[in-house]
């Protein structure tokens, strides 16, 4: 069964930075291409930021040069590090694989608001 736990979540001020962390169990991440996504309220849920097998990094056009996704295999685990945070960043972050196959998690919430 493939469980994906988002966390490392908050509160912070505009030009702060967050770092998530997806650990993941069931799947390896380092042979599929993983994703972060968000979902703001009343908005679609949309992807941010993806790795392919291979480790290429890409990146919605919003995000570019703020946002950084890497991948540790040793530890399972998918990272988002988000730097000069915006209001409009604010949003429930989820990781899934790209695309997205396996249920949801619970995601992690991220609020930028001085």
């Known amino acids: 069964q493939v469980q994906l736990v988002e966390s490392g979540g908050g509160l912070v001020q505009p030009g702060g930075s967050l770092r998530l962390s997806c650990a993941a169990s069931?799947?390896?991440?380092?042979?599929?291409?993983m994703g972060w996504y968000r979902q703001a309220p009343g908005e679609q849920r949309e992807l941010v930021a993806a790795?392919?097998?291979?480790?290429?990094?890409n990146y919605a056009d919003s995000v570019k040069g703020r946002f950084t996704i890497s991948r540790d295999g040793t530890k399972n685990t998918v990272w988002l590090q988000m730097n000069s945070l915006k209001p409009e960043d604010t949003a429930v972050y989820y990781c899934?694989?790209?695309?997205?196959?396996?249920?949801w998690g619970q995601g992690t919430q991220v609020t930028v608001s001085s």
């Open positions: 899934n694989t790209r695309p997205p196959y396996y249920s």
């Open positions: 069931g799947v390896i991440v380092s042979f599929k291409s």
């Open positions: 790795i392919t097998i291979g480790g290429s990094p």
